[in-house]
Structures are given as structure tokens and as C-alpha cells.
């Protein structure tokens, strides 16, 4: 009845849908029809731009993040640390990502040999470059998906403000004016949340400015990044947020959309700054917006993936420390020897670039598109020293070929006296690494380069061999990363990445707990890229139970019951696929399943029991308990352990007079690790008479005269009945509650999923069992897949009887 009632609902829902309104109307005139099988799988794949992993964990703990902390510690996702690779930065990240290219670039700005032009990866014509590089290699991930405030579009057939397409895409664009009014309308609420917002931002933006004319601050560029800040921390996540549910609506098989207020804060102020952190807030607003709308999606069945490209340093600018400008201090180390008569190009992009190159729905006239392109059309000057420093990591392009010697002394001095704490270079194909302790091949001064106890140690010497040997990485190549004390940055700002950094390489990812391979302690761009890929060519995987080591010793039992509502789900999706994953996740040794349709026309005519059993890879037994609509409707039990015996026992009801479901109990026998187990599996009637009728029959005839007293029994089931009742009373005289383990912890109520209020689900034991465990599941997977939550119990046997 509540999956009919859920069903009307979500039809409802549906019709009143802005979403599905706006994915009929606005959108599907130009690319066919919505998707509808719920079954076939999709990813959305939701980058938060800039947030390390230690940052994210001190975001959760001031409670920045209160929707993804549930995801990790109620929802069964996965937090795993994620290495950038090297350069830390988005797009090498996303090339890796989308691509599967390691160190596509050599950092966020280059000098691109090929063209003898300066690229910096905020301007469509440096990643439209690159990326026609990468779609000729291979083939993008997002490909037939959208893509979002990206530097790619990753093959995307939509990449709305994205730096390589730059498509300002209205989403009214060709829409006639009556729908867009419509539109406007029933999006009131949302436009005034979104104005008040704005509002705010507003408020403290010019506070902001008072603030930096109070500290002899440039203001001109504090209003730019205020102003500029308001369109990526409000206005572009929001357009985010509406383009991405419309697309989950319209059923795409993928979707990337990547969030950058947080990565704006932390370069301008710090990367724990407050106003770093508050903008956290409003993105897990958004991020809880779209998975509870994909998670509720009858289009595809989502899988999700939250994830961040890098995380931050806290850095001084090199000019703060140094009294002298990058390009000052290459000049003066370069005005002796090989190189004196040579010049230094002049910067081709000023700080207020790189300060506003997130903002491409935002950027001011010199940042314009053809504004850009027109300044790149020019080829630079081969016959210059050419220096690309946007952040801490940065190259220096040498007009001739110099000799070894000059390259070790150049590399010296520009540590020692430029003020430069790492330098590599190749010499005779060896990467040569210069600190300010001495100079030595990388593999042997990796360890005091980049500290001793950097996490990714191993892996960061190979990407930066890769690095070092990229077509367009400069002859030397820099870094401002100090293992100990502050790191610089080449640029003014006070949160950097790019480089080698400890914090900088080590970001997060969030997983589903279906996929496979996350017992890796870490995962980097192109181990995400094959997960992602896993799903589309292998489904979501099916956890199966682990099985356990066959010991001497008595091993400890996991044994869940669940009432499975015919796999028809509060949602209205009919899934047994996603009631085996629920199963799957937590590798219980047996299962007890009640409410399990067989060859019933109304579930698809499939049977359920065999369903899930196969893809748990585990033995199974049916009892049909009554016959309809030409199949069966019963009890289940699946076992990792041989079912030796099996009996099928009806249940007294109130006689042929009195209407009402038939009853019964399956009886398995199970030849365990530990001997033979008894397990009871039922389902009580609604009626409070009849239900008594039948608790007395379980008691008396079979526990009391059918199980035999020197073997262990386990009694699991849906009762339809609490810890107040009658039939309640009567088994615990008979056999021990598992939920009564922890006297202080009340047990969890299992009925209904949504919002759970009854305990109607119970497992009960004999004597030769003590329970080390138990709970109620209690995950948004489990909420919608069923009317009841499963209920678990580990038991261990107290002693064997003979």
C-alpha cells in the first residue's frame, strides 16, 4: 500500500516538477526524447574546485558540510584521499579525468613551443588547443553528457561555461517568451532566495573594499574580485545547480559540474579563511539539491562521485619575501655569462587575469574572448627568455641550447641567489633536481625536495620525471614549494597549487560504496576515470558477501532480516537490482526476506529470489505462501552456508470465514563453519488475534518441540508487532532479543523507511548465540528501496553442545 501511495506521490511530484517541466519544454526540442529506464545506469561526477582533504575534514568539522559528513558516516559512501598527479592543477587533472593523458600540460600557463605562444589555460584558445590535442588521443569520458564550469568539455554534447566552448547557453535561448514567463513564475521562490543572496554578497563585498582602502590596498582590483566573486559563488553555482537536475530529469547518462567558489576564496584570502569556508556551505546546499534529485531519478539509475581536482598551500608571495618581482630576479641571475645578452619577454598576463580567470560568464573587456584571441594571434619572440609563473610552479624558456656546466651553475644561482627553492632541469635524459642543500638526480634529492614524509612521495618523483620531459615544459623548470616552513607563490596571492605541495597534491574523493577497487588507500584522476568507466561497461556492481576463513575455532555469524515490499520501492521503482546492492553491502553469512514476488505480473513476471541470489553469488530457498496474477508471493532465505534442509510450514489463521493473508514460515537447516543452525523465517499477520494464533504455534510446536535443544536457532522476521505486544511477550519467554545487546542504547525502529517509527522487524536467539552486534541500515538507498529497513545482527557462538 505505501509503494502505491509513494508511486502516486512521485507521479505527482513529476507532473509538478520544475525540473521535468523545464527538461520537456526548454530543453528536448533539440536533442530527442527524455530517457526512461530507470535501471540503465549514470554518473554525476561533482567537483569542488580547490578543497584539500585535510581542509575538507576541517570543513566538516565546523560543520561546513553537514550533507556530505552524512553521506560519508550514514550513507555507506566512501572518502578516500585523491592525488592530483602533477601539475596540481584543473585542467591537467581534468585531461587526466576525461582523457586518461597524465601531465597533459606542464602547468596553468606555458610557453607552447610548437606556436611560439604563451598559453594560459583561463582562455578558450589555449584549452581549445589542448583539447582537440586530447580528443584525437582518445575518446572524452562526458561523451553523449554535459559538462559544467569546466576547462574542458570532455566530450560533452553540452558544456555550458566552459573555458574551451565559452557557450553562455541561456536556457531560454529559442524558447518562446510565454514559456520563459512561465518558467520565471513557478521559479519565484528560487529567484528570491537567489536575489537575497546576491544582496548579502553585496553587503560584503563592500565591506570588503572599505577594508583593503583601510589597509592600503589596491581597491580597484579588491572591487573586481568582490563583484566577480558574487557571479561565481551565487549566480553561475545556481545556474549550475538548475542546468544539472534538468539534465538528470532529461535521463543523460553523464553529467560533470564543477563548483569554484571555494578555490576563488582560498587564492584570494587563504585557504582556510572564514570566507572560504562559509562559501562551502552553500555548495553542499547545492550538491545535496542534485543527489537527492538523481538518487529519486525513475530516468537512469545514478551512481555518484564528489570529488576535488587539488588542494591548496598557504603561500607568501615570492615579491613579499624576495623585495623583487620573478622576472627581476631570472634577470639578474641571467645578466652574467651564456645568457647576459639576452632579454626577458614582458609578462603577457597581469594578476588581474589570473584573479578573474574563473569568472568567463564575468570577465571585463581585456578578458573578453575575442579579446584574448587577438592578444595570442601575435607569435612571442623565440629569441627572448620567455618565464610562465602563474602560481608556484613555472617554466623559464631558454632562446639557445646552453651546455651542462652553465645549466648546473644557472640552476645554482637561481636558487641560491634568485631566491628560488627548487629547480629541475634535464641533463643527458636524467632529471636534475637543485635545492639549496646541493643539486642531485631527482630520485636521490626527491626526499628533501618535497619531504621526506610527503604522502605521495613514490608517485610524485615519476609524474615529475613525466613533467620535466613534457614537449613544452621550459628548460628549467621552478617550484616555490618549501617542505618546511611557508611556500611562495609567484604571483601575489595567499593560497596556491600547481606544484608539489603536500597539501596542493592531496585531495578527496567521495564514492559510492558499489564500486570496486576502493580498498586502495588513495585514488588519482585516471583510477576515478576507469571507475567511472566500470559502471557504464560492467553496471553498478553487486557487493557479494565475503567469505570467511574456514577455522576451527567458532566463527562469528552475520545474519540480516528484510522485508523487501516486492522490490517495489517507496519511490515507485520496481528494483531488485538495488535491493541485492543494499544486501551485498553489508555481506551478511544469511538473509531472511519477506514480501518476495515470483513469475507475479505485476513485479515483470521475474523471480525475485533467484534475481538477487545470483548476483550475491549465494544458495537460496523459496516458500510461496500464496498463488496470484499467475505467480507466487512468499518468503526467501539466501545463505552463503548449504541449506541441508528445507520445510515449509503454514501458519493457523481465523478460519475460511474471516478473509485474511495467508501465513507461514520457512524452516532452513544451514550446515555452517560451526555445525548445523536452525533459521525461522516469517512473516505474522496484521490482526492482533490472529497474530497471537500464530506466535503460539511457533512457540509451542516448533522451537519448543521441533528445533532440537542442543542445536542453535535463530527466529527472524517481519512480526507486525512491537516490544509492548502480546506476540512479543510470548517469544522472549522462548528465546533472547538480539536488539537487547546495549541496555543504555534504545533499539532502532525499522518501519516505515522514510521516516522509521515502528519496530515491527526482529531477530531473535536461542541460547547458543550471543550477539556482538546489531542495527538497523539506514542509508538513502534503503529508504527508498523498500517500506521496511533491514535489520542486522552478528552473532557468536557462546559454546557447542554435543
Not at 563548483?259 to 584570502?269: K, N, S
Not at 636558487?415 to 643539486?439: E, K, S, Y
Not at 574456514?550 to 515507485?572: A, K
Not at 555452517?672 to 488475534?689: A, C, D, I, K, Q
Request: glycine fraction near 6%; charge should be positive; charged fraction near 25%.
Amino acid at each position: 500500500m505505501l509503494g502505491r501511495l509513494g508511486k502516486r506521490i512521485r507521479r505527482l511530484r513529476r507532473i509538478f516538477s520544475r525540473s521535468e517541466w523545464a527538461a520537456e519544454n526548454l530543453r528536448l526540442r533539440k536533442h530527442g526524447e527524455l530517457h526512461a529506464d530507470p535501471h540503465t545506469p549514470g554518473v554525476i561526477v561533482i567537483q569542488i574546485d580547490g578543497l584539500g582533504y585535510d581542509r575538507l575534514l576541517q570543513a566538516i568539522d565546523k560543520r561546513k558540510l553537514p550533507f556530505l559528513q552524512r553521506l560519508i558516516q550514514r550513507d555507506n559512501f566512501i572518502l578516500r584521499k585523491f592525488y592530483s598527479g602533477l601539475p596540481s592543477t584543473t585542467p591537467a587533472v581534468q585531461a587526466e579525468l576525461f582523457y586518461g593523458i597524465k601531465s597533459a600540460v606542464p602547468s596553468f600557463e606555458y610557453y607552447d613551443r610548437e606556436t611560439q605562444k604563451k598559453r594560459a589555460m583561463f582562455t578558450p584558445e589555449a584549452a581549445d588547443a589542448v583539447a582537440n590535442r586530447l580528443d584525437s588521443t582518445a575518446r572524452g569520458l562526458l561523451a553523449g553528457g554535459s559538462s559544467y564550469s569546466n576547462i574542458f568539455a570532455g566530450g560533452a554534447r553540452e558544456a555550458p561555461f566552459c573555458i574551451q566552448s565559452m557557450k553562455l547557453q541561456s536556457l531560454f535561448a529559442g524558447i518562446q517568451p510565454g514559456k520563459i514567463a512561465w518558467f520565471v513564475l513557478v521559479n519565484v521562490e528560487k529567484i528570491i532566495r537567489v536575489t537575497a543572496l546576491f544582496l548579502l554578497e553585496m553587503a560584503l563585498t563592500h565591506r570588503e573594499f572599505f577594508r583593503a582602502l583601510f589597509r592600503r590596498k589596491n581597491p580597484l582590483m579588491e572591487f573586481r574580485f568582490n563583484y566577480s566573486r558574487i557571479g561565481t559563488c551565487i549566480v553561475l553555482r545556481e545556474l549550475i545547480r538548475m542546468h544539472v537536475k534538468i539534465d538528470i530529469a532529461r535521463g543523460l547518462p553523464i553529467i560533470h559540474a564543477n563548483f569554484t567558489g571555494y578555490d576563488e576564496h582560498a587564492h584570494r584570502r587563504n585557504p582556510h579563511s572564514a570566507l572560504a569556508l562559509r562559501t562551502l556551505k552553500s555548495i553542499d546546499a547545492a550538491i545535496k539539491d542534485i543527489v537527492t534529485t538523481a538518487i529519486r531519478s525513475d530516468r537512469r539509475d545514478y551512481q555518484v562521485f564528489i570529488y576535488s581536482d587539488h588542494g591548496q598551500e598557504p603561500v607568501t608571495p615570492f615579491t613579499s619575501e624576495n623585495k623583487e618581482t620573478l622576472h627581476e630576479a631570472v634577470a639578474r641571475v641571467f645578466s652574467f655569462g651564456t645568457l647576459a645578452g639576452f632579454s626577458l619577454a614582458e609578462e603577457k598576463w597581469t594578476l588581474e587575469h589570473l584573479h578573474l580567470r574563473r569568472y568567463p560568464l564575468f570577465f571585463w573587456k581585456k578578458t573578453s574572448r575575442q579579446g584574448m584571441q587577438e592578444s595570442a594571434e601575435s607569435a612571442d619572440d623565440p629569441a627572448m627568455i620567455h618565464i610562465t609563473a602563474m602560481g608556484p610552479l613555472g617554466h623559464i624558456y631558454l632562446p639557445c641550447k646552453i651546455d651542462s656546466t652553465d645549466m648546473y651553475e644557472y640552476g645554482r644561482q637561481l636558487v641560491i641567489n634568485g631566491g628560488i627553492p627548487l629547480v629541475f632541469f634535464v641533463d643527458r635524459n636524467r632529471v636534475i633536481c637543485v635545492t639549496a642543500t646541493g643539486t642531485g638526480q631527482l630520485a636521490d634529492k626527491a626526499a628533501g625536495a618535497f619531504g621526506k614524509d610527503h604522502p605521495y612521495l613514490a608517485r610524485l618523483c615519476e609524474d615529475m620525471e613525466v613533467l620535466c620531459r613534457h614537449r613544452d615544459s621550459g628548460d628549467f623548470i621552478i617550484s616555490a614549494y618549501r617542505p618546511s616552513g611557508s611556500s611562495l607563490s609567484f604571483v601575489n596571492e595567499n593560497g596556491a597549487h600547481g606544484g608539489p605541495g603536500a597539501r596542493e597534491t592531496g585531495a578527496f574523493v567521495i564514492l559510492p560504496d558499489t564500486v570496486s577497487s576502493v580498498s586502495q588507500s588513495y585514488l588519482r584522476p585516471d583510477d576515478l576515470r576507469h571507475q567511472i568507466i566500470g559502471i557504464f561497461k560492467e553496471g553498478v556492481v553487486t557487493p557479494r558477501p565475503v567469505p570467511k576463513a574456514q577455522l576451527q575455532t567458532p566463527q562469528p555469524l552475520t545474519v540480516m532480516t528484510y522485508n523487501i515490499h516486492s522490490c517495489l520501492g517507496m519511490d515507485g521503482k520496481l528494483f531488485p537490482a538495488r535491493i541485492a546492492r543494499i544486501i551485498g553491502r553489508s555481506s551478511p553469512d544469511v538473509v531472511a526476506l519477506q514480501e518476495v514476488d515470483r513469475n507475479m505480473a505485476r513485479t515483470g513476471s521475474s523471480d525475485q529470489t533467484q534475481i538477487i541470489a545470483e548476483q550475491l553469488g549465494m544458495h537460496s530457498c523459496y516458500f510461496p505462501l500464496w498463488q496470484s496474477d499467475g505467480g507466487e508471493y512468499g518468503l526467501a532465505v539466501l545463505s552463503r552456508f548449504p541449506v541441508v534442509d528445507k520445510r515449509f510450514l503454514f501458519l493457523p489463521d481465523l478460519g475460511p470465514d474471516t478473509y485474511t493473508e495467508q501465513r507461514g514460515i520457512l524452516w532452513t537447516t544451514l550446515q555452517t563453519e560451526n555445525g548445523r543452525l536452525h533459521l525461522l523465517n516469517t512473516h505474522l499477520s496484521l490482526v492482533r488475534r490472529e497474530r497471537l494464533r500464530q506466535i503460539r504455534h511457533i512457540a509451542d510446536t516448533i522451537i519448543a518441540g521441533g528445533v532440537p535443544s542442543s542445536e542453535p536457532l535463530i527466529l527472524c522476521g517481519d512480526f507486525n508487532a512491537g516490544i509492548k505486544s502480546p506476540t512479543y511477550d510470548i517469544l522472549t519467554t522462548r528465546l533472547r532479543d538480539c536488539q537487547n545487546i546495549h541496555a543504555q542504547i534504545p533499539p532502532e525502529p525499522t518501519f516505515f523507511s522514510s521516516y522509521p517509527l515502528l519496530r515491527l522487524d526482529h531477530i531473535f536467539h536461542s541460547d547458543h548465540l550471543v550477539p556482538t552486534s546489531i542495527g538497523v541500515i539506514n542509508d538513502w538507498e534503503c529508504r527508498l528501496a523498500s517500506d521496511h529497513l533491514p535489520l542486522q545482527a552478528t552473532l557468536r557462538h557462546e559454546k557447542r553442545r554435543l
